[in-house]
């Protein structure tokens, strides 16, 4: 072979990176759904990934499903499952292998039975099946319970309700929840509870794959709720899919367990509340009857203050003590006076003549006349003198100076 005619040599490294590389490119390769048979399966237990081939009639193709992607799967894969995987296809290098990079999967046939159910949810919500919600009674008398005889789901029903609201009559409906003819029979139960004189229907039942709660996805059992005359929960076991069945109830429970206590309420915590309330109610009352005895005590001092009696005793009262101020007042001025009067006696008493002339005093007068100077006199002049007690009249005969 001539040298010019020799192709570049390339590592086994480049071909895959090429290879790989124009298997990216293609769109069409991008995003593609893949039937085929399951087998080699395999759930790596550190990293959670799935690694599986896809088979017909006459080849093979591997893939993968990274742990991100298969945490959303709603069952477990297994090998003889014949699954539609949605993806792209990829090179894995290392190996020189093509594979498809699922991102997700359903069981085969599984898409035109979800399109079915899309159809018959659109149709059932046009005629309003889903619309009605009734409230359920607070304090049922007695509850219809709708499930599988010999299921875990009964158990808990029965245990919880049994715990919280022992006051309650239980009616148990046994019908078949899963297989042919569990449409039917859950659609019949409903109809013989309707004559058991329950307030409340409680029908479910445990857990399970799509395909064992497809039961509830039939028409005759929404259309059997709907068409119940006693207020109905449904306690279908799936938290992420609503079945029709859930969507017709008047209220929707998660399991059967969240179900029964939804349809009863804890007596404990009744009892509780009730004595709560008790206590507020006498607490209230205490305060009322002190608030009236205080409002009462007020409007009987009011009433008190403004009777005529109390006017009376009122007037009485000041009068006495205007009284006993006039008395004061005259006996204070009485006083004053009467010392007025007596100091005055007292002056009046020390300038009165006659009393000097009782100290060996006397005055002398002359012609009526009070002699106080000797010159006022001469010899042989009449005079007349006063003493304490009487009078002598006496003639002049000598004057002295």
């Known amino acids: 072979m001539e040298t010019r005619n020799k192709p570049p040599i390339v590592t086994v490294s480049q071909v895959n990176r090429v290879v790989g590389m124009l298997i990216k490119s293609d769109k069409r390769l991008q995003n593609v759904a893949v039937k085929g048979e399951v087998s080699n399966f395999t759930r790596h237990y550190k990293t959670g990934h799935l690694y599986f081939t896809l088979k017909d009639e006459q080849t093979q193709l591997k893939a993968v499903m990274f742990a991100g992607n298969a945490a ?20 894995y290098e290392p190996n020189g292998v093509y594979q498809i990079n699922c991102t997700a999967m359903e069981k085969d046939g599984e898409g035109e039975q979800a399109a079915a159910l899309e159809e018959l949810k659109k149709r059932l919500y046009d005629e309003g099946l889903f619309s009605r919600k009734r409230p359920v009674p607070s304090m049922p008398k007695k509850i219809a319970v709708i499930t599988s005889a010999g299921g875990a789901a009964l158990q808990d029903i029965i245990n919880i309700i049994s715990r919280r609201y022992p006051l309650v009559t239980l009616v148990v409906i046994p019908a078949q929840v899963q297989g042919v003819g569990a449409a039917e029979s859950v659609a019949g139960a409903i109809g013989r509870a309707q004559n058991t004189g329950a307030d409340t229907i409680i029908f479910g039942r445990g857990g399970g794959s799509s395909e064992d709660l497809s039961a509830f996805n039939a028409e005759i059992v929404a259309r059997a709720v709907y068409n119940s005359a006693i207020p109905t929960i449904s306690a279908v076991g799936h938290e992420t899919d609503f079945t029709l069945a859930d969507l017709a109830a008047d209220m929707r429970a998660p399991t059967p367990s969240a179900a029964a206590e939804l ?11 009730i004595d709560g309330m008790e206590r507020r109610i006498g607490i209230n009352t205490k305060r009322c009857i002190s608030e009236q005895e205080s409002r009462l005590e007020y409007l009987s001092s009011i009433t008190k203050a403004r009777s005529p009696q109390n006017r009376i005793d009122l007037l009485s009262q000041r009068l006495e003590n205007i009284s006993e101020t006039i008395c004061g007042r005259v006996h204070s001025s009485l006083d004053r ?26 005055v ?18 009449a005079v007349d003198i006063r003493l304490a007690k009487g009078s002598v009249r006496a003639e002049i005969t000598e004057i002295g100076r």
């Open 72 to 91: 959303g799967l709603r069952f477990d894969p297994d090998n003889g499952d014949k699954l539609v995987c949605y993806g792209a296809i990829t090179v």
């Open 337 to 362: 006076a009467e010392h007025t009067l007596t100091a005055n006696a007292e002056m009046i008493s020390a300038l009165n003549p006659l009393a000097v002339l009782v100290r060996g005093y006397s």
């Open 263 to 273: 349809a009863v309420p804890d007596i404990a915590a009744f009892l509780s509340a």
């Open 364 to 381: 002398t007068s002359c012609n009526g006349s009070i002699v106080t100077d000797a010159a006022e006199l001469s010899k042989g002049d």
